[in-house]
Each structure stands twice: as C-alpha cells, then as structure tokens.
C-alpha cells in the first residue's frame, strides 16, 4: 500500500482521474520491474511497492444525480476520500437554504 491509497478501502465513495462520485471495487498492488525502475532510472526500486491501481463504479455525476457506470480505474494518485468533499458540499448547499429562506421571508 502506498501513501496515496493507505487510506482507501474497497466500498469507499471517492473522486478519481474521471469526473463523478464513485465506489471502489478492487485494489490492485504495483511493484516495480526491470522496465519501470528502468523509466524512473532507479534500479534499485525493482520488487519495490509504488501506487496501486484503483478500479471502481461511478455512482454519482459531479452533482450528486445518480449514475450506474461501467468500471474503470486509474493510479491511486488520482483519487481520494470523497466524503470530506461531501460533507462540505452538503454544509454549503444548508448555508445556501438558510440565506435563501432569509430573503424569501424578508419579501413582500
């Protein structure tokens, strides 16, 4: 496990390299060969663990409508947790409704 993906687990809702909400299915572990220590130029690292690749389903567009999508994946660098981002989402959106019932009250 790499400090990318350490904390994502199979069934996380997270964001990744494709746009939308999506539920990991699979972690898949990469170790070093010959040929990528070689395109990093540290042959040292060949056996070495680097960034896992990360599959999941889409299960929401960007907004939040649901979606069922095929699965994909990508290097664990391009994704993370995405409830920190929910949560704020959801605070901001209450922010919103409290300041528009405000005006919708303070109106003729």
């Not at 904390?7 to 070093?32: A, E, N, W």
């Not at 391009?78 to 920190?84: G, P, Q, S, T």
Request: net charge positive.
């Amino acid at each position: 496990m790499s400090e990318f993906d350490k904390d994502i687990k199979v069934g996380d809702l997270i964001t990744s390299y494709h746009k939308g909400i999506h539920k990991v299915t699979k972690i898949v572990p990469r170790f070093h060969t010959s040929s990528t220590a070689l395109y990093s130029g540290n042959t040292g690292l060949i056996g070495k663990e680097y960034e896992s690749q990360i599959y999941y389903n889409q299960v929401a567009d960007a907004k939040g409508n649901p979606r069922k999508g095929r699965e994909r994946s990508c290097d664990a660098t391009y994704c993370k947790l995405a409830i920190v981002d929910l949560r704020e989402q959801v605070k901001e959106l209450h922010e919103t409704i409290v300041r528009l019932e405000e005006i919708i009250r303070n109106s003729p």
